[in-house]
């Protein structure tokens, strides 16, 4: 039988409710848009990039924003010591880019558990909370959670309308 990503019953987003509420139920909305994107397809279907040049799959979409998951809610908002889920000194795009072997069912699992962990890891952090971020440059900067919400939010936003586009280059289905 051949592997098909799963059907999602999608959260919807809230519309009453303080902060946290509002922050937490908006970013799981999304997160449900990119799985609800996937929803039906083959791994094969899942690796079709969208338009040459690009590169960029649903799979791989999901692979990221895995990663990115970990990245700023466990590793920089919680302070876990753990290393990225794809990228190499090789490829440090890898979640993106190394699709053509990956396997979409574990791929899912591992951003499932991905997006549980980092509820884990700030279920108990205020949205004050801060920490340091030193970029690539050296330059630090101070952040809170509540930018991780928002950046968050506004991350899967963004890769939300990429995904649009690649679904309906694979099968002509649209919609939110």
Not at 47 to 71: F, I, K, N
Not at 115 to 123: L, P, Q, S, T
Request: contains cysteine; glycine residues 8%.
């Amino acid at each position: 039988m051949t592997w098909r990503a799963p059907e999602i019953d999608r959260s919807h987003e809230p519309y009453v409710g303080d902060e946290r509420t509002m922050l937490e139920g908006w970013l799981d909305y999304h997160r449900d848009t990119l799985l609800h994107k996937c929803a039906g397809l083959t791994a094969e279907q899942l690796r079709t990039a969208s338009v040459e040049p690009s590169t960029l799959t649903l799979l791989g979409l999901v692979r990221h924003l895995a990663d990115v998951e970990r990245w700023w809610f466990r590793i920089r908002a919680a302070g876990q010591d753990l290393p990225g889920l794809y990228a190499g000194d090789e490829d440090p795009d890898a979640d993106l880019n190394a699709v053509a072997d990956a396997d979409p069912e574990a791929a899912f699992a591992t951003f499932r558990a991905e997006v549980e962990a980092a509820r884990g890891a700030v279920a108990d952090l205020p949205l004050d909370h801060t920490f340091a971020r030193t970029r690539r440059d050296g330059r630090g900067d101070e952040m809170n959670l509540r930018w991780v919400y928002v950046h968050m939010i506004e991350e899967y936003a963004r890769h939300n309308g990429h995904a649009d586009l690649i679904r309906e280059r694979i099968d002509g289905v649209t919609g939110d």
